[in-house]
């Protein structure tokens, strides 16, 4: 089945700076990765996915590049900003797998002032 | 709010005591999902439902664990003689249908004492 890997654990960054977190894949059938953000206490939400027919996506200071011969896939955070601390969640899925998500385990931004 | 509600936020049980949880999706929503979070982890994905067809349970999830979705539209999670190890935050998602974004609800978060 598939198994999705993501690194770093943790990550600070100086705010402005820009902030890169990467996820690996291994099923070659997936085709549908999203990216979840998590503050404090509160619930996943979805800031930006992107289909397997695509390289990129950008949607302001977020991007989201995908690398499907290597299977691999990153979020782009530019200019970081303080409410941009979080945990950030990758995940997978694909026809095959009925597009069940396969989660990350996380990764802990934290946006030094 | 016309997203995906959960009831209750928060609750707290003895050992041994049965819990059941409410997930209210998106109405138009025909996939259900529910998950399990525990700190510093990523979503653990439990069971799911197509409409009110459960497709598919986590071979994790444990015979005290049962979900229904009888009319393909709430949820119902129930825990059957709770232990210390099954707390933690219960997530629902729904999504339009396989493959589109999914939605979280705030969560139910269980405390077994």
């Known amino acids: 089945g598939e198994n999705v890997e993501q690194h770093p654990s943790t990550l600070s960054v100086q705010e402005g700076d820009s902030a890169v977190i990467k996820c690996t894949y291994s099923?070659?059938?997936?085709?549908?990765f999203p990216w979840y953000k998590q503050e404090l206490g509160k619930r996943p939400q979805l800031i930006i996915d992107?289909?397997?027919n695509v390289g990129e996506k950008k949607d302001q200071r977020i991007a989201v590049t995908l690398n499907k011969t290597a299977k691999h896939f990153s979020l782009h955070i530019t200019e970081t900003q303080p409410e941009d601390s979080a945990v950030y969640f990758c995940?997978?899925?694909?026809?095959?797998?009925?597009?069940?998500?396969?989660w990350g385990a996380g990764t802990k931004l934290i946006i030094k002032p | 709010d016309t997203g995906v509600s959960q009831d209750p936020r928060h609750k707290i049980t003895k050992r041994g005591q049965n819990v059941t949880f409410r997930c209210d999706p998106i109405?138009?929503?025909?996939?259900l999902y529910w998950y399990r979070q525990t700190l510093g982890q990523g979503p653990e994905f439990l069971t799911y439902?197509?409409?009110?067809?459960?497709?598919?349970k986590s071979r994790l999830l444990s015979d005290r664990f049962s979900a229904e979705r009888p009319k393909g539209s709430f949820s119902t999670l129930e825990i059957q003689r709770t232990e210390q190890g099954d707390s933690a935050m219960y997530l629902c998602?729904?999504?339009?249908?396989?493959?589109?974004?999914?939605?979280f609800g705030q969560g139910t978060r269980l405390t077994v004492v």
């Open positions: 998602a729904s999504s339009l249908d396989r493959g589109a974004e999914a939605f």
């Open positions: 109405s138009e929503h025909n996939r």
């Open positions: 439902f197509q409409n009110e067809a459960q497709l598919e």
């Open positions: 099923d070659s059938a997936s085709n549908y």
């Open positions: 992107i289909r397997s």
């Open positions: 995940a997978a899925s694909s026809e095959d797998s009925n597009y069940q998500l396969i």
